[in-house]
């Protein structure tokens, strides 16, 4: 238009304080510039720095993100979705391993979803979208490799849900350094957790209860770990200096707790920075890597020592 006729327009949109109706934007472009996030428990605090890559990058793209907590619940995991088939959001961001239902379907058939998703930190077998991650099998070997230079060899493991992939991975990461290091691993000292602190505590207190007492435990994610410290301390036992403790995630708090914890360093920021990049590439139809494998660290602090 004439700079005229957008000085006129202009000076009438400050007079008014007009604001663009959204909804009318969003259909003419065919874009409503939102990102659904599902997150599985927002009270886990490894979530955080990962949702704050996301926003981080989606802010500089001009896209805005809607932040849902599924609590592993199948019927709210839907309803988010269905913000896509509605077209009230144009990405789907999963932070969990529980899928859509009809994403689940396509999985089953063996085909792509229908609609852009991304997947991060967790992932899904057979599922056909980008994915971020670090890779869990190293990582859990690392935290135990660890734990076998100190001199343990009654080394039991707190895990998260089998059901979920990356659990299965720790799991192996663990019995295979296990495996190459001569040490059997015993059943009893293999216990399920479900990743929060009281799974922990109990699971710890299952293991205390053992005519063999181990002597150190490597626990799924920080958040058990520092539940499977309160306890051992509960049970008079020292930590690190009658039993060490190895977390995995290195959540803020990890190095505040008493004592700082020993733990593998999960580059949160990055995880969300990269995953919202992959559903950038999604949405401009650039090829790229379907899998995004992140280096991960061992942070090696208070809670282990070298068996006495």
Known sequence: MKPATRARVEAAVRKLDYMPNAVASSLRRRRTENIVVIVPDIHNPFFSGIVQGIEHVAHRHGHKVLLGESQDNQPRIDKYAD????????????????LPTSVARAVAASEPPRMPIVTACEYVVGLQAPNVRIDNVAAAAAATEHLLKLGHRKIAT???????PIVKDRVT?????????????????????????????????GLLALEEVPTAVFCANDEMAMGAIRAAKESGRRVPQDLSVVGFDDIRFAEYVDPPLTTIRQPQREIGETAMRLILDVFEKRSGPSTVVLPHSLIIRGSTQALR
Do not use: C, K, W
């Open 173 to 205: 990461g663990f019995r295979q350094q296990m495996r190459r290091a001569s040490v059997a691993v015993t059943a009893a000292y293999v216990v399920r957790g479900d990743f929060s602190l009281e799974s922990g505590y109990h699971a710890m207190q």
């Open 158 to 164: 707190i895990t998260g849900p089998y059901s979920n």
């Open 83 to 98: 913000m896509l088939v509605r077209r009230e959001a144009d990405g789907l961001i999963l932070l969990g391993a529980r």
